[in-house]
């Protein structure tokens, strides 16, 4: 039997290509989504991956939504911690809800999904968990004091369960993306993005979302089993650490 992996965020830009990668490798895929029943659709109907909805913020939805992945699917071996938002604003006029919202999500969400999957690894000796941090967690960036706070932390808490997991074979590892040419990033203004951002890149352009992709596959396989406690940084050389 193949083993499961879910993908949060996983039917649309990055998770998207992260859940077919997995797919392809062989995995058993479950797409979480918060809220977009169409590109849900879309995304099962062109890959036939099923799609399961829940918000990661909601601790309790986390833990129903997992019961219902494994009593479906099978135990998961994988948890890929991708789902994000934004709510950018600078640091003067951010309202507490711009705050909560995005470190509920893209912070509160990795101990929301990997709280109910880690006593199934501990006791099979066995997971692998990616979170999927950002170029700004690990810079910062202005307008993004919630954002880049939120993803920050994921690498703290990386770094922390890292420690708690490997002696049950459990890994913990991140990836800090940073532009990547996904719907939302190829939206922005052309004359913004060719003489404002592009240009921060050494390689001279965006990342594709399936090169994150196999950047996962690899710190999911059992071959990554000696890596745990990094972030890689998939940057074009944007930002060094």
């Known amino acids: 039997m193949s083993k499961v992996a879910v993908v949060t965020g996983g039917t649309r830009g990055i998770g998207e290509a992260i859940s077919k990668a997995l797919k392809d490798e062989g995995y058993t895929v479950a797409a979480n989504y918060a809220g977009n029943d169409d590109a849900a659709k879309a995304f099962t109907d062109a890959t036939g991956i099923k799609a399961y909805k829940w918000s990661v913020a909601d601790y309790d939805a986390c833990a129903a939504g997992v019961r219902q992945i494994e009593e479906e699917l099978g135990p998961v071996a994988v948890l ?63 307008g993004q004091a919630n954002y880049s706070a939120a993803k920050a932390g994921d690498i703290g808490f990386t770094r922390a369960l890292a420690q708690e997991g490997a002696r049950a074979n459990i890994t913990v590892n991140a990836i800090a993306p940073g532009y990547i040419g996904t719907e939302m990033v190829r939206a922005i203004d052309e004359k913004v993005l060719n003489e404002r951002i592009i240009p921060q890149i050494p390689v001279g352009r965006l990342g594709e979302p399936e090169e994150i992709a196999r950047a996962v596959v690899f710190l999911a396989s059992d071959g990554a089993g000696f890596v745990t406690g990094s972030t890689l940084s998939a940057n074009g050389g944007q930002f060094f650490s």
């Open 80 to 142: 890929v911690n991708n789902a994000g938002i934004t709510r950018d604003a600078m640091f003067h006029k951010m309202t507490p809800q711009q705050w909560r919202e995005v470190i509920d999500t893209n912070l509160t969400g990795l101990f929301n999904m990997t709280h109910a999957v880690w006593g199934g690894m501990r006791d099979r000796k066995f997971g692998r968990i990616v979170n999927i941090s950002s170029v700004n967690g690990q810079k910062g960036q202005a």
